[in-house]
């Protein structure tokens, strides 16, 4: 687990590190050679981009993650690729699909009973067309036994990574069976799996 220090830490040298991408040399245009120290742009084959600072041929420091359509998904201070700090708060890379890319914010995962819950973050690829939503910030709760999951209280918005206006807010919603091989089965495989930390 990322400790509170450590962000704390990695906050404080955001402006920092912000100035000193600039004079960061470009990225290699060869990828088989190792990316480290400098300013680049990798592009998945979705189409979607990472633009930002690279490190031992990681995501590491200030970086965006924008969609094949040019909507900003995420953007922050990025940790060894999968995990991006936004407003204080580290959200790890799950998975994506369809559209959507999902954050899981590892700090909020608990253990509840037989259940576990975190925060989860939806990013779509381009604004929803029929609500507009850009973003949804979620509670869930997961059953890893019976595998299914609840929505326990959702936020949509108009910006990226649970920014901009709310367009909507949901209460608690019925559980749902996880169908297999969804991308969403990866979410709830990754928040079922995750290690806790034993409460001292």
């Not at 900003?72 to 994506?96: C, F, H, K």
């Not at 381009?126 to 595998?147: A, G, Y």
Request: charged residues 20%; proline residues 4%.
């Amino acid at each position: 687990m990322i400790s509170r220090i450590f962000i704390a830490l990695l906050l404080a040298t955001a402006w920092i590190d912000g100035h000193a991408q600039s004079s960061l040399p470009p990225c290699p245009t060869d990828t088989s050679v190792v990316w480290t120290n400098c300013h680049g742009t990798f592009t998945y084959p979705s189409g979607a981009k990472y633009v930002g600072t690279f490190k031992d041929d990681a995501y590491n420091g200030h970086g965006k993650l924008i969609s094949a359509k040019g909507f900003a998904l995420a953007e922050g201070m990025w940790i060894d690729n999968y995990t991006v700090v936004s407003a204080g708060t580290p959200w790890r890379y799950v998975s994506d699909g369809g559209g959507v890319i999902f954050f899981v914010a590892t700090q909020s995962i608990r253990q509840e009973g037989v259940f576990r819950r975190a925060w989860v973050m939806r990013g779509y690829d381009e604004v929803e067309p029929e609500f507009r939503w850009l973003s949804v910030r979620s509670l869930e709760k997961v059953d890893c036994v019976n595998e299914r999951t609840q929505r326990m209280s959702s936020t949509a918005h108009d910006g990226p990574f649970g920014s901009g206006n709310v367009l909507d807010t949901f209460g608690e919603r019925e559980w749902q069976y996880v169908a297999p091989g969804t991308t969403y089965a990866g979410v709830a495989k990754f928040i079922c799996d995750y290690k806790l930390t034993p409460k001292k």
